[in-house]
């Protein structure tokens, strides 16, 4: 594949800025690279993307995961993918991703930040859209829910006969889905908090017992063949068992989408499961790694109030310490009032200690929830310091960044 003069001096450019960062220490220069490229050739996305099978993942939660997953499952095939795997998922850390891939790598999947999903899909034209859930996150950065609904709505409407693969659960994605030409996957279970009024006339949605919804307007649960029933993905006759290795019920969800998504591929549905199964750790989220005092410690990737609540359910009562670390940078949310929609009573009678940059902020939250704590604002010391069996540090992004790069020699 030939490649224009300006896009290869970009991407020489980017390579070598990505070069210097690590050579210095400063990081992996993912993001930076991909803005001197961006900055020299404007039209490098559609450049690098042109040729190629495009798949764009996209969530509040679980994108990084679900593109994990339907990574490996293509990679089960012998097939080479590109794909931006540390989680850079703006413009620049697309451009950074399709320019690390050889020229005749002909698939990438990239999870792309829900509120940029409108500025890459006329670039990187993708033949299929992964949209997982929609739900409230750093709203001192960006908008309410419906409003980035109605971005990914824009994007259907404009591209009618684009394949989307779309959780049915979710009122906002699948109002969102509707125009193109989607495969729904019911899962079962949502982020109720942020769908109570319809997005199709604004009314309140009635919730059935079984997590279906409906609204006077007609807007409904879309039908489907596919659908989650515990661990088992259920796919009209054929049922699919998600046996995982990464913690947690809400990975199976991201599972399942992928599995759907990797059909689209040609790879069959049980080979997409096994080959999920496999997948240990994302981007460093659930790595371990060894105590001083021979326990074991995993560390836990939380940003919004949704992801808190699935976390902090799977923890609920099982015999392990807590450390809740949260700071408030930019790229965290630099407004820790959140922290009052996330139920840490879910942690009562559990040892937990509050710790990171905004430990104090943690600490009261855990006091008005009747959830006994120590302060302790250094993780690891906080992990040394905390009860249990073994040991779960649950982090906001820019402390788990920094506590990837503390032990990221010994991570697994």
């Keep these: 594949m030939t490649r224009r003069f300006r896009t290869r001096v970009a991407v020489a450019a980017g390579r070598a800025t990505a070069w210097a960062s690590r050579a210095t220490r400063r990081g992996a220069g993912t993001h930076l690279s991909g803005r001197v490229m961006l900055g020299l050739d404007h039209e490098l996305l559609a450049e690098l993307g042109g040729g190629r099978r495009v798949a764009l993942v996209s969530a509040t939660n679980g994108k990084t995961t679900t593109t994990r997953f339907l990574r490996a499952a ?44 409108r500025r890459v899909v006329d670039p990187l034209d993708p033949e299929l859209l992964v949209l997982g859930n929609l739900s409230r996150d750093q709203l001192d950065r960006f908008g309410e829910v419906r409003s980035v609904a109605e971005q990914w709505r824009r994007v259907c409407e404009a591209r009618p006969d684009m394949h989307v693969i779309a959780n049915a659960s979710d009122p906002h994605v699948a109002w969102a889905a509707a125009p193109a030409r989607t495969t729904w996957v019911d899962l079962g279970r949502g982020w109720r908090a942020d769908a109570a009024t319809c997005p199709a006339c604004g009314e309140l949605l009635t919730w059935s017992d079984d997590d279906r919804y409906s609204c006077s307007c007609g807007f409904a649960t879309p039908e489907t063949p596919n659908r989650l029933d515990g661990d088992t993905l259920v796919l009209g006759e054929e049922k699919i068992p998600l046996s995982l290795s990464v913690p947690g019920h809400w990975n199976v969800l991201n599972a399942a989408l992928a599995v759907v998504a990797a059909r689209h591929f040609g790879v069959p549905a049980a080979a997409a499961a096994e080959a999920a199964s496999r997948v240990t750790t994302v981007a460093g989220r659930y790595a371990v790694h ?10 836990i990737l ?53 710790s990171g940059e905004r430990a104090l902020d943690v600490a009261v939250r855990l006091e008005y929830g009747d959830v006994e704590c120590v302060v302790e604002p250094d993780p690891t010391r906080a992990a040394q310091r905390v009860a249990g069996a073994d040991v779960h540090i649950v982090a906001s992004y820019t402390q788990f960044m920094a506590l990837a790069r503390k032990y990221g020699d010994i991570l697994r």
Aim: no cysteine.
């Design 302 to 354: 939380a940003k919004n109030p949704a992801g808190w609540s699935e976390v902090l359910g799977y923890l609920s009562g099982r015999d392990t310490g807590v450390v809740i670390a949260v700071n408030a940078h930019l790229a965290d949310g630099r407004d820790p009032s959140w922290l009052w929609d996330v139920p840490f009573e879910l942690l009562r009678g559990m040892p937990v200690v509050a």
């Design 290 to 299: 060894r105590l001083a005092d021979g326990r074991n410690a995993r560390v």
């Design 74 to 117: 293509i990679e089960s095939t012998g097939q080479e993918v590109a794909s931006n795997h540390t989680g850079a998922n703006m413009n620049a850390g697309l451009a950074a991703a399709l320019a690390a891939a050889p020229d005749d790598v002909d698939t990438a999947i990239l999870e792309v930040d829900e509120r940029w999903l």
